[in-house]
């Protein structure tokens, strides 16, 4: 009787599915020590949605941005204040998921550069200011200069 019981506990902890990535609360816990003025909108066991606020550099705008972290391995950002615009000679906006609803797009998964293990702190927040950055470079020139695919190759221009 103890072999089918020993069986048994040992199927069933293999056929537990782990959660990919740091939990949720260790990623809110560093995010709010690296950036205290963070508002968290949604807080569930396994996801949650914030809001902080961006400036690229001194003399850039402010941006309202919102996260959303989701089962300990996807991450999503969108710029939630202002309708972002498109450069001159443009028709869409460079390095997003979806312009509509202005999700940016700041990782190849493909390319494995970001997983749930990263810290969004250390990576996904940094990486949104810099887009940020490109973003208002793109708004004069209409060039790219933010990297990535090439989706909006300069040489079009």
Known sequence: MKAIVSMSSQFHRSNVKRKKGLPSIAQLKKIQGDFPNVKIVKQTRDSFQIELQLQPSPISLKYDIRITYEKNERV?????????KIAPNREKLP????????????????????????????????????????????????????????????KEF
């Not at 998921?97 to 999700?103: E, F, M």
């Not at 797009?105 to 950055?133: Q, R």
């Open 76 to 84: 999503k950002v969108f710029v939630i204040n202002e309708r972002l």
């Open 95 to 154: 390095h997003v998921y979806d312009g509509g609803k202005q999700q940016l797009c700041l990782y190849s998964s493909s390319k494995k550069e970001w997983n749930g293990f990263k810290p969004i702190a250390d990576t996904i927040i940094p990486w949104t200011s810099e887009w940020l950055f490109y973003y208002e470079l793109w708004l004069l020139s209409g060039q790219w200069y933010g990297g990535g695919h090439d989706e909006y190759s300069n």
